[in-house]
């Protein structure tokens, strides 16, 4: 990992391939925790953590709605995608944690 990180930005495989990652190409992590990583790592990486219980999803939403082009900022639009989360994105959610808990017990 952290030879992706580097000015190299090449990405070493397990079977000795290696990938160049271009260089208008940026990479985003996202990760439930830092257990696994090495001071290497997050020392190359830019670092934001948010607790849950202070940004909820639908804040995050409106953001995204408000960073939208205005033609898709319409109440119609708004309404479908609160109408997606709603009905779609919040029972698949619910069932992976509902799943995990099953799982991992």
Same mark, same amino acid.
């Given at each position: 990992?952290? =030879?992706? #990180?580097?000015?190299?930005?090449?990405?070493? #495989?397990? @079977?000795? !391939?290696?990938?160049?990652? +271009?260089?208008? /190409? @940026?990479?985003?992590? !996202?990760? !439930?925790? #830092?257990? *696994?990583?090495? +001071?290497? =790592?997050?020392?190359?990486?830019?670092? %934001?953590?948010?607790?849950?219980?202070?940004? *909820?999803?639908? &804040?995050?939403?409106? %953001?995204?709605?408000?960073? #939208? +082009? &205005?033609? $898709?900022? =319409?109440?119609?639009? %708004? *309404?479908?995608?609160?109408?997606?989360?709603?009905?779609?994105?919040? +029972? /698949?959610?619910?069932?992976?944690?509902? @799943?995990?808990?099953? $799982?991992?017990?």
């Amino acid at each position: 990992m952290n =030879t992706v #990180l580097d000015d190299n930005k090449k990405l070493c #495989l397990s @079977n000795g !391939e290696i990938i160049k990652i +271009p260089d208008r /190409m @940026n990479i985003m992590f !996202e990760v !439930e925790d #830092l257990k *696994e990583a090495s +001071p290497a =790592t997050i020392s190359r990486c830019g670092m %934001v953590f948010v607790r849950k219980d202070i940004v *909820e999803w639908k &804040v995050q939403l409106n %953001v995204w709605i408000q960073n #939208l +082009p &205005v033609i $898709y900022r =319409t109440k119609r639009h %708004v *309404e479908f995608y609160n109408s997606l989360i709603d009905n779609v994105i919040r +029972p /698949m959610i619910m069932k992976i944690k509902i @799943n995990k808990l099953r $799982y991992a017990i």
